[in-house]
């Protein structure tokens, strides 16, 4: 999720941070993100084998929310994990863009809130390379999905019980269009998600 150089600022064509299931006839509409946004053969979700994202016994809960946002944007993956800790404990981790966060996304170095207002946030984050992004977009527990031009940032969690289950989706965003750019997006995703898990390890040793 490394942005690029150049003027960073939202612009047409990408999800508004706070939208909800696309217009009907887009691409991914009511769908999980795959390589192309469509769904997977047999109508399955990733790691949820038979489960369809319009199944009307799944709860509509943010962590589905995020897969038809990223279904609406060609190209995104979308990667799932079951996390052994409360809801409380894990986004303490990924909700803190200035501390936490920099710590588990493998390319990002620090991001600096400019701006809160309700949910509604505005930051600057800087990748390992250098490399600047303008973002906007909503925070709140349970959800975020922040965007640039170059950037998007799309992160849920849900509570299961004991446990939590989080998604995560994003990638190097194509100017002017809906479309992430797909390549070494899902391993990127997934040493997040790794690195997410031992983080939170970490934070419940004594």
């Not at 390589?35 to 962590?63: E, M, N, Q, R, S």
């Not at 979308?78 to 800790?85: I, S, T, Y």
């Not at 490399?131 to 940032?153: D, E, M, N, Y």
């Not at 002017?176 to 898990?197: I, N, S």
């Amino acid at each position: 999720m490394t942005p690029q150089p150049g003027h960073d600022a939202p612009d047409a064509g990408t999800p508004a941070p706070d939208a909800g299931t696309p217009e009907p006839g887009s691409r991914g509409s009511g769908s999980t993100a795959g390589g192309d946004g469509g769904a997977p053969p047999g109508g399955g979700l990733p790691g949820l084998p038979g489960l369809a994202a319009d199944d009307p016994a799944t709860p509509f809960d943010d962590i589905r929310r995020l897969r038809v946002m990223a279904g609406a944007v060609r190209g995104a993956r979308l990667v799932e994990r079951v996390v052994p800790a409360p809801l409380a404990e894990v986004w303490a981790v990924m909700g803190d863009l200035e501390g936490e966060f920099g710590r588990f996304q493998p390319d990002m170095r620090r991001v600096r809130l400019l701006r809160a207002d309700g949910d509604r946030v505005e930051a600057l984050a800087r990748s390992r390379y250098g490399l600047r992004a303008h973002l906007r977009g909503v925070l709140r527990p349970g959800w975020c999905w922040l965007q640039s031009r170059f950037l998007i940032i799309g992160m849920a969690a849900a509570a299961d019980g004991d446990t939590t289950r989080v998604a995560l989706t994003g990638g190097l965003r194509l100017p002017g269009r809906a479309a992430v750019v797909p390549f070494g997006t899902r391993g990127e995703l997934d040493r997040a998600l790794h690195r997410l898990e031992h983080r939170i390890h970490d934070r419940r040793q004594p």
